[in-house]
């Protein structure tokens, strides 16, 4: 069965700390992970990996994908209240559904 | 551009009401998606469609209808509701080149 396991479930840091996020999965036929932001309403796209230890970066954001061991991180540096949310990772098995993991509660604490 | 957009907001039902919760999209997305998402869990995928006429079950499609008459909508049913479906529902699209999905704004469904 095609899972996707996030951890830690919830994480709550002061500002400025550094977070390391994970996801691994287990999906057949794999295509791309995609990680988003989730505040208080729908989720919104981070960031899509689709190969093996190339870089995904937007601000204080980045993310990598490692497809021998399947699983990506997620990294947010000096980190701002305003990072507090839920972070999703989803797999792409197929080219139209995602697979989503339970999602990490980040508290980002002044 | 709109993107996607969901209506209701928020709605309240009595146990065995009927409901249609409309979903619309203005990017010619051929994908689209229904999701549920209960408090502290992730997305559960209810109902999807792959084009106008064409429609398949997700992971969680019982209680819950759809059609896809058109290439913009995609109407999801609750027939008969229970309290376990009480949940806030995300309608979504993508394309058919890129698997990142668009998200409505939700709708926050309660069954008492």
């Known amino acids: 069965e095609d899972k996707v396991v996030q951890s830690p479930l919830s994480l709550v840091v002061h500002e400025g700390d550094t977070v390391t996020l994970n996801c691994s999965y287990e999906v057949t036929n794999f295509r791309s992970l995609l990680w988003y932001k989730q505040e208080k309403k729908a989720p919104t796209f981070l960031f899509m990996l689709t190969s093996s230890g190339i870089e995904k970066k937007s601000g204080r954001l980045s993310s990598i994908l490692d497809k021998k061991e399947l699983f990506s991180i997620l990294n947010i540096t000096a980190t701002q209240t305003g990072d507090s949310a839920i972070y999703l990772c989803?797999?792409?098995?197929?080219?139209?559904?995602?697979?989503w993991g339970a999602g990490t509660k980040l508290i980002i604490k002044p | 551009n709109a993107g996607v957009t969901q209506t209701p907001k928020f709605r309240i039902l009595k146990i065995g009401q009927s409901m249609t919760l409309q979903c619309a999209q203005d990017m010619n997305h051929n994908y689209m998606y229904w999701y549920r998402q209960d408090p502290g869990m992730g997305l559960k995928l209810i109902y999807y469609?792959?084009?106008?006429?064409?429609?398949d079950k997700g992971e969680v499609p019982n209680g819950y209808n759809v059609s896809r008459s058109t290439t913009e909508d995609f109407p999801l049913r609750l027939e008969l509701a229970a309290p376990s479906q009480t949940s806030v529902y995300f309608c979504a699209s993508s394309s058919s080149d890129t698997y990142e999905q668009y998200f409505g704004p939700g709708t926050r469904l309660t069954v008492t």
């Open positions: 989803a797999v792409s098995p197929f080219n139209y559904q995602l697979i």
């Open positions: 469609s792959v084009g106008a006429g064409i429609t």
